[in-house]
């Protein structure tokens, strides 16, 4: 298990699904951490399940420089320091590409790629102030999809942006690859969380809502494991690539998708 003592991570999307279970890894292995989303009662979730580590609730809307800016200013104020950035917050809009306006691309654009761009830019120079005063090196993980990688069912727009996501992390990690400030990305597949439960149910081919039931039992059966994937599988990944274990992995893609882009 990776050791997070004295360290400081920084979660967008914690509360809920993988953001949460991100935190609660992180947390587990020593770190403090920090909370953002945009959702008060979703934090204050999370933070009760930290357990006995210091938290800080950050109301973050991760579109808005504003809240990135006072979010850092919080962070040095409370902690002095910023070890870890998880860049999580996303949102998924499925919808046949024929009938998706183009706004449906946009806002899936500010929410998961202009986010991760600004978080990695306003989070980087406590990063680099963190590393002058001693630490051996500072760690972002950006949250892709694997289907930034492989197509899936009405995911267009979803996919544009997350391959986005992954050429980002790749070109950042390359720049920084010198400063101690390691970029990877992580592309989970299917997960049970909250993600597009705000949406349109998916229609079959007769255009009849899909169940839930139905399109959950669908997903778990394209996955070769048989079942889909829970948020705890995913946080453990998270929280290697974040200690001083993963020292070496800068620039690199970690796939949890039990199986499914295996074949
Ligand atoms: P989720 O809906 O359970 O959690 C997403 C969290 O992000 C929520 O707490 C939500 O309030 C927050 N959020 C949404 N918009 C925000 C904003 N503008 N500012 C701040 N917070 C905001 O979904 P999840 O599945 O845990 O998704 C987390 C990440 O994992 C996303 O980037 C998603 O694309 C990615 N992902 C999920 C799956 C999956 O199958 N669940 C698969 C691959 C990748």
Redesign the pocket.
């Known amino acids: 298990m990776s050791n997070l003592d004295g360290k400081i991570a920084w979660v967008?999307?914690?509360?809920?699904?993988?953001?949460?279970a991100t935190a609660i890894a992180l947390a587990k292995q020593g770190a403090s951490v920090v909370l953002?989303?945009?959702?008060p009662a979703?934090i204050e979730e999370t933070a009760g399940l930290c357990g006995d580590v210091n938290t800080l609730s950050l109301m973050?809307?991760?579109?808005s420089e504003e809240t990135w800016a006072h979010g850092t200013d919080r962070i040095e104020t409370r902690f002095g320091r910023l070890d870890i950035l998880v860049n999580?917050?996303?949102?998924?809009i499925a919808q046949p590409f024929e009938e998706a306006p183009v706004d449906i691309l946009r806002r899936q654009q500010r929410?998961?790629v202009e986010?991760v761009y600004i978080g990695m830019q306003t989070a980087l120079p406590l990063m680099r102030r963190t590393i002058a005063a001693g630490a051996k090196g500072a760690s972002i993980i950006n949250?892709?999809?694997?289907?930034g990688m492989v197509a899936g069912a009405q995911f267009s727009a979803?996919s544009a942006t997350?391959d986005a996501v992954r050429a980002l992390s790749r070109a950042v990690a390359y720049e920084l690859a010198k400063t101690g400030i390691r970029v990877n990305c992580v592309?989970?597949?299917?997960?049970?969380?909250?993600?597009?439960?705000d949406w349109e149910p998916p229609r079959d081919a007769a255009g009849a809502p899909i169940s839930p039931e139905v399109a959950l039992a669908a997903w778990a059966a394209m996955i070769p494991m048989g079942r889909l994937?829970e948020?705890q599988d995913?946080a453990p990944l998270v929280a290697f690539l974040a200690s001083d274990a993963a020292a070496f992995i800068t620039g690199a893609e970690f796939v949890a998708d039990g199986g499914y882009t295996a074949s």
Not at 88 to 92: F, R, T, V
Request: proline share 4%; hydrophobic share 35%.
């Open positions: 967008t999307g914690a509360g809920s699904g993988i953001g949460r953002g989303d945009i959702n979703g973050q809307d991760v579109t999580n917050a996303g949102i998924m929410i998961n986010s949250i892709a999809s694997i289907y979803y997350k592309l989970p597949g299917p997960v049970q969380t909250n993600l597009g439960a994937g948020a995913i």
